[in-house]
T-cell receptor
Framework: GDSVTQMEGPVTLSEEAFLTINCTYT??????LFWYVQYPGEGLQLLLK?????DKGSNKGFEATYRKETTSFHLEKGSVQVSDSAVYFC???????????FGTGTRLQVTL | DAGVTQSPTHLIKTRGQQVTLRCSPK?????VSWYQQALGQGPQFIFQ???????QRGNFPDRFSGHQFPNYSSELNVNALLLGDSALYLC?????????????FGDGTRLSIL
């Protein structure tokens, strides 16, 4: 079945540091890929998406590129802020399965 | 434009009881999916409803059941509650469940079983 693997957290960075959170997937067919963010006590918010190979999703300074050859969708941000502290989930979706498959999440802590 | 709304926000039950959680999808969405998120884990797919029918189901026992109403809102029912059912239950809505339409999530219902 489909699966998503994310790097273990927590990731602790100083403000303005560069962020990378690795994500790889296995899927039957050609999934759409997503990054969601979860702040404490809240549900998941869609951060960005990519629906086909070589697509780049971007939002609020975050970017991720759909790499079919490496089955990856790594999240990057050039300069993190304290307000970016949250848990980040990578997810894949295939229409035939009608479901999102999530990674286990990566907690990001940004300090001053 | 209201997003996905869930009720209640918190719930405490005891083992063996039954619970009903409710979800109203984002305006314009017709598909509702339910997920269970245990502490420190990613959400796990329970099932998806479209046109008032269960379209797809994850690896959850029959104690978990659901319903979708003509106005697209949905309920999740869990019978014979176990301690392991303690989790955040998330509802997500989308348009027609197609892969290019992202799912939008509510803030969840936190269920605690004593």
């Amino acid at each position: 079945g489909d699966s998503v693997t994310q790097m273990e957290g927590p990731v602790t960075l100083s403000e303005e540091a560069f962020l990378t959170i690795n994500c790889t997937y296995t899927a039957t067919g050609y999934p759409s890929l997503f990054w969601y963010v979860q702040y404490p006590g809240e549900g998941l918010q869609l951060l960005l998406k990519a629906t086909k190979a070589d697509d780049k999703g971007s939002n609020k300074g975050f970017e991720a590129t759909y790499r079919k050859e490496t089955t990856s969708f790594h999240l990057e941000k050039g300069s993190v802020q304290v307000s970016d502290s949250a848990v980040y989930f990578c997810a894949s979706y295939t229409g035939t399965a009608s479901k999102l498959t999530f990674g286990t999440g990566t907690r990001l802590q940004v300090t001053l | 434009d209201a997003g996905v709304t869930q009720s209640p926000t918190h719930l405490i039950k005891t083992r063996g009881q039954q619970v009903t959680l409710r979800c109203s999808p984002k305006s314009g969405h017709d598909t509702v999916s339910w997920y269970q998120q245990a502490l420190g884990q990613g959400p796990q797919f329970i099932f998806q409803y479209y046109e008032e029918e269960e379209r797809q189901r994850g690896n959850f026992p029959d104690r978990f059941s659901g319903h979708q109403f003509p106005n697209y809102s949905s309920e999740l029912n869990v019978n014979a509650l176990l301690l392991g059912d303690s989790a955040l239950y998330l509802c997500a809505s989308s348009l027609d469940g197609t892969k290019n339409q992202p799912q939008h999530f509510g803030d969840g219902t936190r269920l605690s079983i004593l």
